[in-house]
């Protein structure tokens, strides 16, 4: 092999190896948990102003370390909005983030997680703007953590179901019928036995749970069916 070849080869190497840069690792844009607040969050009224939910959603963001990305529209809404919230009262920082979304859900907004590396960026979405949700991130997670998307019901987050027992296609235009009207929650089948769901956190958890349910209850139903012919036969043998 001539100089030129092994030159070439050790650039080549040195390609390959770039994801173990942290240049590279810096442009992974890690999408983890969203981080908890780190202290409790004091709501405090102004006088008969009422406080706005950007007022209440600053004061958990400042308290979690997360940084707020809203378009103009986002912004207006978030601070026209009244939070809904009366008089003076503490929340716990293990449920600061959980109150607050759901004063979010009420005036019609949602978050997504942009970016949770070394800079936490959560982004505002008015969920009536359907034109957008498209370009919506949504943070993949596993049925096992269905009690942690619990905690954010007003954040995206898309899931897969795995439902032997169902048939996904015909529960998707069953669901149409559900009352779903004003809903953002898009329920996509993967093939004939999963399902995708994609949508806020509080109807992400509820649906995926009643479909969990669902599911279980048909496969006890077909196990009765499949055991009860070999139980009438041993009967009729016995006689």
């Known amino acids: 092999m001539n100089l030129s070849h092994i030159l070439s080869a050790a650039f080549l190497t040195s390609c390959l190896v770039v994801p173990s840069s942290s240049s590279f690792k810096a442009m992974e844009a890690p999408s983890g ?20 939910l950007f007022d209440v959603l600053s004061a958990v963001t400042e308290a979690s370390g997360v940084e707020v990305l809203a378009d103009p529209e986002s912004m207006i809404k978030l601070k026209s909005s009244p939070s809904g919230f009366h008089g003076d009262f503490t929340i716990p920082a293990s449920e600061a983030w959980t109150i607050v979304e759901h004063a979010i859900t009420q005036g019609g907004l ?36 269905l009690d942690y998307v619990a905690l954010h019901p007003s954040f995206l987050f898309e899931m897969s179901l795995a439902l032997p027992n169902l048939d996904t296609r015909t529960l998707s235009n069953q669901m149409r019928g559900f009352g779903r009207d004003h809903s953002n929650l898009q ?15 509080r109807e992400v958890e509820s649906i995926a749970r009643m479909l969990l349910e669902t599911n279980e209850r048909v496969g006890e139903r077909v196990e009765e069916t499949d055991d009860a012919p070999g139980e009438d036969q041993a009967t009729a043998e016995e006689r």
């Open 187 to 201: 329920l996509v089948p993967f093939d004939s036995h999963s399902i995708v769901l994609r949508g806020v956190g």
């Open 110 to 145: 949602c978050l997504s997680a942009l970016h949770m590396g070394d800079t936490r960026l959560v982004a505002v979405h008015m969920t009536e703007d359907k034109r957008k949700m498209y370009s919506w991130k949504y943070s993949s997670v596993g049925v096992e953590e």
């Open 33 to 52: 948990p969203i981080p908890p607040a780190s202290k409790d969050i004091t709501i405090s009224a102004r006088g008969d102003e009422p406080l706005s």
